[in-house]
Structure formats: structure tokens, C-alpha cells
């Protein structure tokens, strides 16, 4: 990205620009989590000054994206493996509450909607199972859609924004990631039984399937990023004390 020859473009305007590269750079893995961003590199490849520069960091730095201390310089963020595993306890805490309030609260119809955004979800599933090029997909976007609409039928909207705020984080956390077909299509099918007992307006069968999904998508991301072990050891720690 080069900004050279900005003309009446405004400070904001280059601002955002160099943001939006940044951002990209982070998701797609060019700058890779705990790299530290080197200013005058990228200011210079770039073609800007580093105010501009600066001021993007700030801004990602507020979205989590990176992380700045003071004679440091600004990395990009690394979630530490305890920051994962309270991010799943309080992501599970929300959406169980949530669940019985959907259950409560949302309609015929708008369940039967997200009924078909699921079978939109697996017919989409299908066909990337069927090309050897699609076999993995990024890191879990449709899971997080899925629970994330799912809240939004609770009509709690500090819950939704909550949860959003935590499904941004573990998108984060699990960028560098990917999900196989297998286990996208395994997911899916539990997003089906999840919603037919909601739909069944069974509050308990519900929370015993979301509680079951939740514990297993979390195991599953641990063990993907190699932290099921250190996980494992320190459950069995806390059981024996």
C-alpha cells in the first residue's frame, strides 16, 4: 500500500487507509501474532509519515488487534492461554442465560429464519467439502455467526454486545487457525440439534446441548492452537486441590 501524493486527501482520511492495511496484515497472518511492528519500515513502505502511522496503531490497539507499552513500541496482540479459556467461561455464562431468554422470547418466525441460514450454512459446507482446494476455512466465522444470531433472539441487547465483544476476541485469538470440513460439518449438525430443541421451546435439553457444544468447541480450539494439554493438567490440579 503506498500513500504517496496524497494531495487534498485529509489526516484522517490516510489515517484510516493505513488502519485498514494494517488490519489486514494482522488477519491474514502477514504480521504474525507477538511481532512487533516496526514504524519506520512500514512508514516508509507505506510512503506517509508516522504520525498517521501512530494513529492507526492507537486505534487497533483499542480493537485488540495490537497491543503498546510504554518504550516498547506496539505488537501484535498474542492472547495468552488463560485469556482464551476466560474468554470460553464467559462466552458459555452469556449464551446460556441468553438461550433461555431466546427460548422465552423469539418468535416462530424468526427461528424458522435462522433454521435456514443453518441450511444455508451446510449446502455452502457440502460444497467446499467436495473440492480438494477448500478442504479448511477461516477460523471459525460461521460457528461465532450462528451463536451470535442466536443471542440476538434473546432481545437482551447488553448480552449481544457482550458476546460480540468476547466472538471478537476468540476470532482474534484463532486467526492463525483453520477448521477442517469435517469439523465445520460437525458443527453445523450440533447447530441443527441446538435449534430444534429451541425451537421445542425445551429449556433444559437446550442448555445441556449448548453446554456440551461449548465444552467441546473450546477443547477443540485449545487442542488446534496445542494449549488441551496445559488446559487438561491444570483442571486436574484445581479437581485435586
Known amino acids: 500500500m503506498v500513500l504517496h501524493n496524497q494531495g487534498a486527501i485529509s489526516r484522517s482520511s490516510i489515517s484510516e487507509q493505513v488502519e485498514e492495511s494494517i488490519r489486514q496484515m494482522v488477519l491474514d497472518g502477514t504480521l504474525k501474532a507477538g511481532e512487533r511492528l516496526n514504524e519506520v519500515a512500514l512508514a516508509e513502505a507505506m510512503g506517509i509519515s508516522r504520525g498517521p502511522l501512530r494513529e492507526a496503531i492507537r486505534k487497533l490497539s483499542g ?9 516498547r513500541g506496539a505488537f501484535v496482540k498474542r492472547y495468552e492461554p488463560q485469556e482464551i479459556i476466560d474468554f470460553y467461561e464467559l462466552r458459555a455464562a452469556l449464551e446460556l442465560y441468553s438461550i433461555k431468554l431466546t427460548i422465552r422470547r423469539a418468535s416462530d418466525e424468526h427461528l424458522q429464519e435462522l433454521a435456514e441460514h ?6 455452502r459446507n457440502t460444497n467446499e467439502a467436495s473440492s480438494i482446494v477448500a478442504m479448511t476455512s477461516g477460523p471459525y466465522v460461521a460457528e ?21 465483544d468476547i466472538n471478537h476476541k476468540l476470532y482474534l485469538a484463532l486467526r492463525s487457525t483453520t477448521q477442517t470440513s469435517s469439523r465445520k460439518e460437525t458443527t453445523v449438525n450440533s447447530h441443527y440439534i441446538i435449534l430444534d430443541a429451541v425451537r421445542a421451546r425445551d429449556v433444559e435439553t437446550s442448555m445441556a446441548l449448548l453446554t456440551d457444544h461449548l465444552n467441546d468447541s473450546m477443547r477443540n480450539s485449545l487442542q488446534v ?3 488441551l494439554d496445559k488446559y487438561e493438567l491444570a483442571e486436574r490440579v484445581n479437581e485435586i486441590g
Open 225 to 227: 492452537m496445542g494449549l
Open 118 to 123: 443453518l441450511a444455508q450454512d451446510q449446502a
Open 63 to 71: 480493537e485488540g488487534l495490537l497491543s503498546t507499552g510504554t518504550h
Open 144 to 164: 461465532l455467526d450462528f451463536h451470535q444470531q442466536l443471542a440476538s433472539l434473546s432481545g437482551n441487547k447488553a448480552i449481544q454486545e457482550h458476546l460480540a
